[in-house]
C-alpha cells in the first residue's frame, strides 16, 4: 500500500514565516546570551569567583552554534534546539532560588523562545525547500 504524499503549504505562506521565525530566533538567541551576560557580570552572588570566567564557560555552547545561528543554518537552528534545554533545565533550578527566583524565569522564558523559534524555523525551512524542489505538487495521473 503507498503512502499517501503530505500536502506542503505554499511558498506565499511559508516565505514569510520562514522569516519571522529566522528574525524571532536570532532575537531571542542573542537576547538569552545577553541575560546570562548581565546576570553574571552584574548581579550574580559568585562567592570570589571570577564572574567572567564562569560566564565564558556558559557561553561556550553559544559560541561554538552562533555560527550557524547566525548565518541561517537549518541545522545549526536544529542543534540550538537540543543545545538550549540545558539553559532551561539551569533556569528551572534557578528559579527554586528565592534569591534567583527571577532570574530563573527569565532564563526559562528566553530559552523557550530560542526552542520554539528555531523549532519552527527548521520545521518551514525545510517545507519551504522542499516545496521550491517540486515536492508536494498535486497532480492527478
Known amino acids: 500500500m503507498a503512502k499517501k504524499a ?7 505562506w511559508l516565505e514569510p514565516r520562514v ?17 546570562l551576560a548581565t546576570y553574571y557580570l552584574l548581579f550574580a552572588d559568585l562567592h570570589g569567583a571570577r564572574p567572567w ?7 561556550i555552547p553559544w559560541l561554538v552554534l552562533a555560527p550557524g545561528m547566525i548565518m541561517g543554518s537549518a541545522r545549526g537552528h536544529s542543534w540550538m534546539c ?4 540545558l539553559y532551561f533545565i539551569k533556569g528551572a533550578l534557578a528559579a ?3 534569591h534567583r527566583q527571577l532570574f ?20 518551514w525551512r525545510y517545507q519551504l525547500n ?3 524542489a517540486g515536492e508536494g505538487d498535486v497532480s492527478v495521473a
Open 19 to 35: 522569516k519571522a521565525m529566522r528574525v524571532l530566533s536570532l532575537l531571542s538567541f542573542f537576547a538569552l546570551a545577553g541575560l
Open 104 to 123: 530563573g524565569l527569565l532564563e526559562m522564558a528566553a530559552s523557550l523562545a530560542v526552542f520554539c523559534s528555531a523549532l519552527l524555523y527548521v520545521r
Open 53 to 59: 570566567v564562569i560566564l565564558l564557560v556558559e557561553l
Open 96 to 98: 527554586y532560588d528565592p
Open 6 to 12: 503530505k500536502i506542503l503549504p505554499s511558498v506565499a
Open 82 to 85: 537540543f543545545v538550549v534545554n
Open 130 to 132: 522542499r516545496k521550491l
